[in-house]
């Protein structure tokens, strides 16, 4: 009975110290905006419809064309868009979209861990989660961009859809989250503080 009520005062002495509300609260809030980009982000790559122009629809995984009235056409052969080198790059840009929601996904994970299971690496978690994030915005920012220059010659401001923006407010809601992780915890774990332990 001693080594085991040991044991359990050991692990509860090891626990950290309870959140004020304040930190908790700004946590799960950055945890909740994290999932809205995930989902946001997650249903902008799953549609790929990004850009119409005239009576063209580009996305990252088909071409389509509504030429007439029997509706649009699609096609998965990307390079007969007459646009070049739009088939190779399309890949490039849907990878590393993928890539980036998957990173994404690690990150919030990685928060709502450190949410749920506070304990001295606890701060450890949610910088990981937070850099995760950080990565996932550099990865959706260089997809945006490589779709925008392979078709800058048709892109006009009002032709992306609506896909194209939620993409566009996930990954700038990943760069705030991100940054306000980390700010966060380098607040709440001074680098000095974090040396000694």
């Known amino acids: 009975m001693t080594a085991i009520a040991a044991q359990a005062q050991r692990l509860l002495g090891q626990r950290r110290p ?103 690496h606890s701060w450890r978690k949610w910088a990981l989660g937070s850099i995760l994030l950080l990565v996932s915005f550099v990865l959706s920012s260089a997809g945006l961009l490589s779709f925008v220059v392979l078709l800058r010659g048709q892109a006009t401001l009002i032709g992306f859809t609506l896909m194209f923006w939620c993409q566009f407010a996930a990954s700038f809601l990943f760069f705030l989250n991100a940054i306000s992780g980390l700010h966060i915890n380098s607040i709440t774990h001074p680098w000095g503080q974090l040396r000694k332990f």
């Open 18 to 120: 309870r959140r004020s509300f304040f930190e908790s609260f700004i946590r799960t809030f950055v945890t909740v905006c994290a999932a809205l980009a995930v989902v946001l982000s997650s249903v902008s790559i799953c549609d790929g419809h990004w850009l119409l122009a005239e009576d063209h629809l580009f996305g990252l995984w088909d071409f389509c064309t509504n030429a007439n009235q029997t509706g649009p056409h699609c096609l998965r052969d990307l390079s007969q868009a007459r646009v070049p080198g739009l088939a190779m790059g399309m890949v490039l840009a849907r990878s590393v979209g993928a890539l980036a929601l998957v990173v994404a996904i690690f990150g919030l994970e990685l928060l709502m861990v450190s949410q749920v299971c506070e304990d001295l």
